[in-house]
């Protein structure tokens, strides 16, 4: 198999596009729609898609024998042709056959099958380690050696998503902060949830590792191009669901240093002085945007939320109440009956952004409280 | 056994024909116990769960028409997901294959009725109240469920009441289905005709008696996995909640160990359907009987060890996946033997090509792609990157949609002359299914290729280059749906002004049920027949 997989591929290339211009007609206008799996950046997404072809052609093949046979017998076995039936109903040589034969064509598929399982499931001696969390609806990524980490939310402006705008080229599949790996390391990749179930997913890579809350699983690729490769979320998680995706940047050895010196410069820039007493208009202009990134997915951008299942903040008796509670609840996120909400704990973020968000939350839409909560009163809360 | 009387007309000592004195109306309809009113008021449901499940269908592609929102907002889009996906596995295609049951089984074994009368009315008169339950959701606060007809937690823990409108819809169906399978049972094992004995039965008696063990096996699992839910909901357990030593994924395996036996509950009646149609239109007798028998046999048995094969990217260890991979590629070989003996019946037959021979040999092409592309799913590491994609999209609607519902479409043209004693209109028929194959192709052949270029599934809004593919399916879809009501406009033409029947319409058919006049007396085989 190995010597023809070029060509293999180039063959099922050349079928499907065949079979896509029988079915829309030369004049279709089609810019360039897409076939097949997506082009593989590493070795696993290679052997999947050489199996891929491997048993697409196999099937290929089968079908047309089979329904060669059938096809055969609709024209020529018809009544129509003075065809007369041929009363038999019974070999166990035939069906002995038909049983052995598929067997052993299945024992074919799943020798090279077995062998990419066991190479996908072999995450040990990594170069380097990401955890991934999967939140409603945006992506962590945590550096665990490098000691910093960031959210990654969808791009795409709202007005490109209701049809105000032109859509842009990577409708959808762009985000803020993309992960950013080097080229040709073994990067193992720990995914779990804060919620609900999500799925990491990039094609590129055939990587899909399921996000389970309370769980830690691993999955690891190894990226040979340099590039931007897109995924998305591939398990439903709630409403903007088609609105997580997935972006990988894959940069040289060189560049990655480079980013990871600017990311943690970054991170030291971004670590306020949690000291720090802030004016009360700074703290609302940076809450702004913590809760544009953040919190507007659920509680929306005018505040209103989306009753029942997400609370408005306009109004909320949480939010026009004392400074302690709502605090806790940004902190700690909210129970009922035991059990965690879709308001899930939001420690990860900085005592500066918190105090920013709610700072912003308390003195926005219909909310007049006039309160400034600062970073230090954040940081006892905290304790 | 098999001569026990029927019970009104012991009573009263009526004939065939007579039954004066049961009410009539909408009474004769609420408290019938004969086996032909229910198995019609079964297939009227499943049609009319089939509209509206269908308009969802529609909701759904009219949205995905084109890149951006249009049409509904997201959370009404996943409710539209969840609902279809509940209300035509539950809703249309299981309540389709009861019907069916009801009307042929006892005509095929040559019972008189089926063995449990009034709990088999029961069973129907269920099916209402959950289908309002379903469908009444929608006006709930909080909305329909919307988390997948699936309903994995956590997601479902956080949706509203609509969510638990769900679990006891769910409950309910489960129960009818349960009597359903009992009174299946029974009837087949305990009121043949004499000399009627197992290995005689006609194929589809025996795919629905399996099929009736599997619903008993694994109804009750769901109605747990659903219970466990609702628990978790409102009364602080946390099954599957890890903060509370739970495991979100347990669900998935009980769900699932429902959930796969179910795509065979779904299939096995289809396969039955055409094994009763193929030898009809060939002229000749099933090609290897036993070995049909033993192959849906297989088919079931193996059903219950491949359930995780749903779960591949849920981070299942090597030697599971290995497992449910091997086990799941299994299935392919008793699926194929019953594929090669179907072909094997077509063979130097004498074959025509009335409406229900093309439903048949439609399903027979579809499916067994749908068979192709489930093997493709079956292999792990192809699935890690098509699954909860559109390729699988594609894939269970091939044997969904082009396997069970083309089956049905087949058997009722196959039936309705012995139903209502009047034949349809052959060449709408016909245009039935050809428009039917044609916009099914259009709708779901382009899913594959979406798929596996990345688009996920449950998704309101896609990027451009899964445009075009998109607009193609909807344009199908909507082909597809429209052709239905021709199929309405057909067997309601034969019902009112379609010409009489004879009593066995189909030059090749052997069965005991064309043995009856057309339309069915309202009893049949009161004194059982003796089979040779």
Same mark, same amino acid.
Request: hydrophobic share 50%; proline share 6%.
């Given at each position: ?189 720990? #995914?779990?949830? $804060? ?10 890579? @055939? /990587?899909?590792? =399921?996000?389970? *809350? ?103 008796? #949480?939010?026009? $109440? ?10 700690? @996120? /909210?129970?009922? =009956?035991?059990? *965690? ?43 | ?532």
């Amino acid at each position: 198999m190995v010597r023809t997989k070029a060509s293999v591929r180039a063959g099922s290339r050349l079928l499907q596009t065949i079979i896509a211009v029988a079915l829309l007609g030369p004049g279709a206008a089609l810019a360039a729609p897409e076939w097949n799996l997506q082009p593989p950046v590493t070795p696993i997404a290679r052997q999947i898609i050489d199996l891929h072809s491997f048993i697409f052609w196999v099937c290929v093949v089968i079908f047309v024998g089979v329904f060669g046979v059938m096809f055969y017998s609709i024209f020529k076995h018809r009544k129509s042709v003075g065809h007369v039936a041929v009363q038999f109903h019974e070999n166990t040589t035939v069906e002995v056959i038909w049983t052995v034969i598929p067997f052993l064509i299945l024992l074919f598929m799943a020798f090279p099958a077995t062998r990419t399982i066991l190479a996908m499931k072999d995450t040990s001696a990594p170069d380097m380690t990401v955890k991934v969390t999967g939140y409603q609806w945006k992506w962590n990524y945590d550096y665990l050696q490098e000691g910093f980490g960031f959210y990654s939310t969808l791009s795409t402006p709202a007005a490109q998503i209701e049809n105000r705008e032109p859509k842009g080229e990577h409708y959808l599949l762009e985000v803020d902060n993309p992960l950013v790996v080097p080229v040709d390391t073994k990067v193992r990749v720990l #995914v779990t949830a $804060g919620d609900v179930i999500h799925s990491w997913w990039v094609p590129a890579f @055939g /990587v899909k590792q =399921d996000a389970i *809350p309370g769980f830690v699983r691993d999955t690891w690729f190894k990226a040979d191009k340099v590039g931007t490769y897109r995924g998305q979320c591939a398990e439903l998680c709630g409403k903007e669901h088609g609105f997580m995706p997935v972006v990988v940047e894959v940069v040289s050895k060189d560049d990655y240093a480079k980013w990871l010196t600017a990311q943690k410069a970054k991170a030291a820039a971004a670590g306020d002085d949690p000291g720090r007493v802030w004016e009360q208009k700074d703290l609302i202009a940076r809450g702004e945007k913590v809760f544009a990134g953040n919190c507007a997915a659920c509680h929306q951008l005018t505040g209103k939320g989306v009753p029942p299942a997400f609370p408005a903040l306009d109004g909320s008796k #949480v939010v026009n $109440g004392p400074k302690a509670v709502q605090i806790r609840t940004v902190l700690n @996120g /909210v129970e009922r =009956d035991g059990k *965690p909400t879709a308001m899930v704990s939001w420690k990860a973020l900085s005592d500066t952004d918190i105090a920013a968000v709610v700072t912003y939350t308390r003195n926005s839409w219909g909310n007049k409280t006039g309160e400034t909560v600062q970073p230090s009163e954040i940081k006892v809360a905290r304790q | 056994m098999s001569s026990i009387p029927h019970d009104h007309a012991a009573a009263h000592g009526e004939g065939p024909d007579g039954h004066a004195h049961h009410p009539t109306g909408i009474m004769r309809w609420i408290t019938t116990t004969n086996h032909k009113d229910i198995g019609t008021m079964y297939l009227w449901f499943s049609f009319t769960m089939f509209i509206v499940g269908g308009c969802m269908a529609l909701t759904i592609r009219a949205e995905l028409f084109q890149p951006g929102l249009q049409v509904v907002n997201p959370e009404f889009f996943n409710s539209m997901t969840t609902l279809h996906g509940l209300i035509m596995v539950f809703g249309a295609l299981m309540p389709g294959a009861v019907g069916f049951a009801n009307w042929m089984i006892p005509m095929q074994i040559g019972a008189p009725d089926m063995a449990f009368a009034r709990m088999n009315n029961w069973s129907f008169w269920l099916l209402p109240p959950a289908a309002i339950l379903l469908v009444g959701s929608l006006f709930v606060p909080g909305g329909a469920a919307a988390a997948g007809w699936t309903m994995y937690p956590p997601l479902t823990i956080q949706a509203g009441m609509g969510m638990d409108f769900t679990i006891f819809a769910v409950h309910i169906m489960g129960a009818s289905s349960i009597m359903g399978s009992i009174n299946i049972i029974t009837t087949i094992l305990n009121l043949r005709a004499p000399g009627m004995t197992l290995m005689k039965m006609p194929l589809f008696c025996w795919t629905w008696l399996i099929t009736a063990y599997l619903l008993i096996a694994v109804m009750p699992v769901l109605a747990g996995a659903v219970t466990m839910l609702l628990t978790d909901r409102h009364f602080g357990t946390t099954f599957f909640n890890a903060a509370g030593g739970g495991d979100p994924v347990l669900f998935q395996h009980v769900f699932w160990f429902f959930g796969h036996p179910e795509v065979y509950i779904i299939i096995l009646p289809a396969f039955g359907i055409v094994s009763e149609i193929i030898p009809t239109f060939s002229r000749k007798p099933l090609f290897g009987y036993a070995s049909m028998v033993y192959a849906v046999a297989a088919i079931a048995i193996l059903s219950f060890i491949v359930w995780a094969h749903h779960m591949f990217t849920t981070g299942l260890p090597t030697a599971g996946i290995l497992f449910y991979m091997y086990a799941t590629m299994l299935i392919a070989i008793p699926t194929g033997v019953k594929v090669f003996n179907w072909l094997a019946t077509m063979w130097k037959g004498s074959l025509t090509f009335e409406a229900p021979m093309l439903f048949a040999i439609g399903f027979l092409f579809l499916f067994t792609l749908g068979g192709f592309t489930g093997l493709v799913c079956a292999i792990q590491p192809i699935d890690v990157q098509i699954q909860d994609t559109y390729y699988v999209v594609a894939h269970f609607h091939y044997v969904m949609v082009a396997g069970t519902l083309f089956a049905f479409f087949g058997g009722t043209y196959y039936w309705l002359p012995k139903w209502c004693g009047r034949m349809y209109d052959a060449k709408l028929a016909e245009a039935h299914f050809w428009l039917s194959f044609v916009f099914f192709n259009v709708t779901f052949f382009p899913m594959h290729f979406l798929g596996l270029a990345g688009m996920p599934r449950r998704v309101p809004d896609y990027a451009q280059q899964f445009a075009d593919w998109n607009m193609v399916a909807s344009i199908g879809s909507f082909g597809f749906g429209f052709t239905q009501l021709l199929f309405f406009y057909i067997v309601v033409k034969a019902i009112r002004s379609g010409a009489k029947a004879p009593a066995k319409p189909w030059e090749g058919a052997t069965t005991l049920e064309w043995t009856v006049p057309s339309p069915a007396p309202y009893h049949t085989f009161e004194t059982p027949p003796f089979v040779k």
